[in-house]
């Protein structure tokens, strides 16, 4: 019998293996766990291989090379667009779950269809985030049925409860199942070429326990030196002797260079060790060694692990001048290509501070952001002085990046070097030194948030220095800090009222002057705001309509959704025309993936819907007080719990708003939150009388009387009138109590006009407006295309609707029925 011939990249997947392979194509979620080195990869790219010779089907294929969730992000991007999917290109990495649920809706939208679609997660015990294995479960929960999830990982990363909540829509392939018996072992052996005797192959099993990188690795051994190797050797030396030492010098060389990157092309590798031969190279090693892979797309290569770990060692036997040489050569290129993160890893390594320094101000604090700020301080002190004072543009970032980081101590220290390397440096001109020292003004404003005089004088300095736009502020990021309120954000306190307007005033074109109008229109909202808190309705409208001018086409959402927030308010005093409804604006908002800008419009219809009683109607996220769920900024989380109060008063939870008071008013004190602390006050009078403690709530009213009146507030009394009125009653009557009063008439007034008739009592409130809609005539399709729902939700809704109000008969008598029960009186 002739020999086999050797062919030691054979790939082979026994029929076991096959058999446990097939539920994936009926489960949404697959998760393949087991140790280094048993073939998850292989299993899973041979799987999707015969499936996609079987049927037409999409592959995205995501590898995960680090614990930094940015990276992941990135690579998660890369691998949908690569895949013909671009929706996810200009997409915010999400980190809470009102992010994570948005993803899912855009990814269930997107990806569902009749062709199926695999998702692969390769690697994914890298990526220790307990978020993203979170993520993962929810997004099983909702996928369509044509879409795949398999993510392969050495640790075991569902959580026992979620794996038992998925049921069977997760399947599990473990250890078990990859590793070789005895009669997949001697196959596989055959198949390489490799004529074992049945003692070598229980010998063989018995050292590798089947771990099938370990087999190929002595059968690799065996072909190089006619040998299995010693029974004692780590798999590491195994690995080397087989995989590396057998290579020529310039080869190991290639190997132990490009062993430092996750992924690379031809052109990369050219570049790095510039060697014009590097395609060649990849060609040889790609085909005699199966550690050595180029990805589905053709042009991406990647080393397997146990190939990175073995590469790295050699690597860190070169020559200390050829390491550096390298690592300089990762970071430019890394740098030339905006991989930013890579590119200070690299510097960082190679000790090159300067090039670290440049590619930091390049990112100006965007990527930085998503590093342990310990790295960066770590970084920092090993930074000579000398060296960061020659680069006061990456001292601003960094100054910034300490903010965000809440490290001030060290952010003033910057400050204080930057100030020094500016007075140290006679080559400056006038105009960068302008532009240096306003745009630290600029930074240093930010310490002074909700002090607006404060911040004006430190606004008036950089806008008057500076000839170029700042570099540490970027125009589409958010200006109120998730707040749906400007002046929720900056009165101060009571008396204060017209002060703060005329600095906002003065202030604000500076600031939008150097920042490209980040922020345009918080003046004009503000001013908006604080009519509409006096009762001055006419004069809220006219100074709304104007932010809404002054917003438009600019893109700033966030000013808008401001807009919005007070607009509704508004909408319950006097008549106004909505741009948009609420499902609408959702649907406007959804496309800019914008998870925090989702936030400001759900806290605006809780608080709307609160105020009007339609608890059915307010965004789960509040409706079931989930707020612990989403990474709320600090500036902005008080009028979010304030907003969550309303939610409480609403539903009956009176005793819960009491209970929140206290801790929620020091926080307000701390931050200089007079607005916010007025409506939590008011919300506790509201809530003790409720509970019929008279003497509580009128100490708490008579606080927040008090704090109204210096500025004429009215409007937060108002909007808890029908609560109120008993309270107010008894209290000993003020200009400001008769005007909360009068106004407090009209909203009934007018809240009783728009009531809907006694005969609809039984019906939801969605149900409410599709009987409106079809008393206006409209078809089943149009009431659909105008509340966002699918035509069969809408005859079932109808169907509903006949059925609590009691009417039967064919369709046209049907609505005539309905069309009279509007004319019956309550």
């Known amino acids: 019998m002739p020999k086999p011939k050797s062919n030691l990249n054979t790939i082979y997947i026994s029929e076991r293996l096959q058999e446990s392979l097939r539920p994936v194509s009926h489960s949404t979620m697959t998760a393949i766990v087991a140790p280094m080195g048993y073939g998850k990869t292989t299993a899973v790219n041979w799987y999707l291989a015969e499936r996609a010779k079987a049927e037409a089907l999409h592959i995205i294929r995501i590898s995960v090379y ?113 590793r070789l018996n005895h009669t997949e072992l001697n196959i596989y052996a055959h198949r390489c070429g490799a004529d074992l005797s049945d003692a070598q ?86 085909e005699q060694n199966a550690f050595v892979k180029c990805l589905p797309d053709g042009v991406t290569f990647r080393f397997h692990h146990m190939m990175k770990e073995c590469a790295e060692r050699r690597f860190r036997m070169m020559e200390k001048e050829k390491q550096l040489f390298y690592l300089e050569r990762f970071g430019l290129w890394y740098e030339n290509h905006s991989q930013y993160l890579h590119a200070i890893a690299s510097y960082r390594r190679s000790g090159n501070y300067d090039a670290l320094l440049r590619v930091i101000q390049k990112d100006a604090s965007i990527l930085l952001s998503s590093l342990d700020p310990q790295v960066v301080l770590s970084d920092m002190e090993a930074c000579p002085a000398a060296v960061l004072k020659e680069h006061p543009l990456s001292i601003l970032v960094l100054m910034r990046s300490m903010f965000n980081w809440r490290n001030i101590p060290k952010m003033l220290e ?84 017209q002060s703060e307007l005329h600095e906002m005033n003065e202030c604000m074109p500076h600031y939008y002057k150097i920042t490209d109008g980040h922020g345009q229109g918080a003046e004009t909202i503000m001013r908006a705001e604080a009519a509409f808190m006096q009762g001055c309705f006419t004069d809220a409208h006219i100074e709304l309509e104007s932010a809404y001018a002054q917003i438009e086409g600019n893109g700033q959402i966030n000013m808008a959704l401001c807009c919005d927030f007070l607009a509704w308010r508004l909408s319950l005093c006097m008549d106004i025309e909505q741009r948009y409804s609420f499902e609408e604006r959702r649907v406007e908002l959804l496309r800019h993936h914008n998870a925090t800008w989702i936030n400001i419009w759900t806290a605006t219809s809780a608080y709307y819907h609160a105020l009007l009683g339609e608890t059915e109607r307010i965004p789960a996220v509040f409706a079931e007080h989930q707020l612990s769920s989403i990474n709320f900024l600090a500036p902005g989380k008080p009028m979010m719990e304030m907003i969550e109060n309303q939610v409480y008063l609403a539903q009956g939870a009176y005793a819960k708003v009491i209970g929140r008071s206290t801790g929620q008013l020091a926080v307000c004190e701390a931050m200089h939150y007079a607005l916010v602390a ?100 409209l078809t089943n399709r149009e009431i659909a295309e105008r509340l966002f729902l699918s035509e069969g939700s809408v005859k079932q809704y109808v169907s509903q609707i006949y059925s609590k109000l009691h009417i039967e008969g064919d369709t046209r008598t049907k609505r005539k029925r309905l069309a009279e029960l509007f004319t019956q009186k309550t």
């Open 201 to 286: 192959v229980e010998a063989l099993l018995y050292s590798s326990e089947g771990w099938f990188s370990a087999v190929y690795l002595n059968l690799r051994t065996l072909s190089e030196r006619g040998a299995l190797p010693d029974r004692n050797s780590d798999i590491y030396s195994t690995f080397t002797a087989a995989m590396i030492d057998p290579l020529s010098e310039k080869q190991q060389e290639f190997l132990a260079v490009m062993g430092l990157a996750d992924e690379f092309t031809v052109e990369m590798a050219r570049f790095v060790t510039e060697d014009a031969d590097a395609e060649k190279l990849l060609a040889v090693l790609t």
């Open 414 to 497: 910057l400050k204080e070097l930057l100030l020094t390397a500016i007075r140290e440096n006679p080559n400056l001109s006038q105009q960068e030194r302008g532009n240096l020292l306003g745009e630290c003004d600029l930074i240093m404003s930010f310490l002074c948030y909700n002090d607006i005089s404060a911040m004006s004088r430190l606004h008036r300095s950089a806008s008057s220095q500076m000839s170029r736009l700042a570099i540490s502020i970027q125009k589409s990021g958010g200006w109120t800090f998730g707040s749906p309120s400007v002046l929720m954000m900056f009165y101060r306190a009571p008396g204060e009222l």
């Open 66 to 178: 680090s614990d930094n969730l940015a990276i992941f992000w990135k690579s998660t991007q890369d691998a949908f667009v690569r895949t013909g999917y671009d929706f996810l290109r200009d997409y915010i990495c999400p980190t809470d779950a009102s992010g994570g649920g948005l993803l899912v809706d855009d990814l269930c939208h997107e990806l569902a269809g009749e062709t199926p679609c695999y998702i692969f997660v390769d690697d994914f015990h890298l990526l220790t985030d307990q978020r993203v294995s979170t993520f993962l479960c929810m997004l099983a929960n909702r996928l369509p049925a044509n879409v795949h999830l398999i993510v392969a990982s050495r640790d075991r990363f569902l959580p026992a409860a979620e794996a038992v909540r998925l049921g069977n829509r997760v399947y599990q392939i473990g250890t078990d199942q990859l």
């Open 678 to 777: 007025l409506h939590i006050r008011i919300q506790t009078a509201v809530s003790y009388e409720m509970l019929g403690k008279f003497e509580e709530a009128h100490a708490w009213i008579s606080r927040a009387l008090s704090d109204a009146a210096p500025d004429g507030f009215v409007m937060p009394f108002v909007e808890n009138y029908d609560r109120l009125q008993p309270i107010l009653e008894r209290e000993k009557k003020s200009d400001l109590i008769v005007k909360i009063i009068e106004l407090g008439e009209a909203a009934k007034a007018r809240k009783a006009a728009n009531t809907r008739p006694g005969a609809f009592d039984a019906l939801t409130q969605r149900e409410y407006e599709i009987v409106l809609l079809m008393a206006e005539r």
